[in-house]
């Protein structure tokens, strides 16, 4: 079962509005991602933490941003948003080691941006 | 820069058949393929990883996949599909120093009773 719990799992916002979504990682795992899957597509990589320091990010813009806390717990912020940004947004975490380790997702957050 | 296609958008199989999803990819380096399942309404599952070694990997509840390396391929595999095996899968990979995993589009696979 996974180790990985998100809130809310569904969330209703207007354009324009400001979201906050949260990710408790299981202990351990120092490096958490995020992910956006809109509606028929796979996951696209948004962003990742390591220690609390983003450490690689992917071609989404500025009002996407992050937060990750000492307790292995993160935060996905978007500003402003958009009705593109409908989505399910999932965050995946990995302990720190090698390449071998994959990722635990969790079950996400429904977005819906009307 | 890195890709991964999933031809089919979906596959149909009669339970008791084997079945395969198929996967390719292109990656600069040495590949880490990933296998997922998704759930309606659910996160992604993890089933099983190429990182090294053999081939043939064996990942949970039965499904298992094959590098080839000369085709670029990572198709996954089960000897006899199961009902509760319909679901969304998801191919993935991973770069050699990247920190992120790209995932093909999907795969829907419906086992027929």
């Known amino acids: 079962e996974t180790g990985v719990t998100q809130s809310p799992t569904h969330l209703i916002k207007t354009r324009g509005q400001q979201v906050t979504l949260r990710c408790s990682s299981q202990?351990?795992?120092?490096?958490v991602s995020w992910y956006q899957q809109a509606l028929g597509q796979g996951p696209q990589f948004i962003f990742q933490?390591?220690?609390?320091?983003?450490?690689g990010r992917g071609n989404f813009p500025p009002r996407f941003s992050g937060l990750q806390f000492p307790n292995y717990s993160s935060e996905l912020n978007v500003n402003a948003l958009e009705l593109d940004d409908s989505a399910l947004y999932l965050c995946a975490s990995r302990p720190t080691g090698g390449v071998g380790y994959g990722y635990t997702f969790g079950s996400g957050t429904r977005l819906t941006v009307v | 820069a890195q890709s991964v296609a999933q031809p089919e958008d979906q596959v149909n199989v009669a339970e008791g058949n084997p079945l395969t999803v198929k996967c390719t990819y292109s990656?600069?380096?040495?590949?880490?393929l990933f296998w997922y399942v998704q759930y309606p309404n659910r996160g992604l599952q993890f089933l099983l990883k190429y990182i090294t070694g053999d081939n043939l990997v064996k990942g949970s509840y039965g499904f298992e996949a094959e590098f080839n390396k000369s085709q670029t391929s990572f198709h996954l595999k089960k000897p006899s599909a199961l009902v509760s095996d319909s679901a969304l899968y998801f191919c993935a990979v991973r770069a050699s120093g990247a920190n992120n995993l790209f995932f093909g589009t999907g795969t829907r696979l419906t086992v027929i009773p």
């Open positions: 933490y390591y220690r609390e320091e983003e450490n």
């Open positions: 202990s351990g795992h120092n490096t």
């Open positions: 990656v600069s380096g040495n590949p880490y």
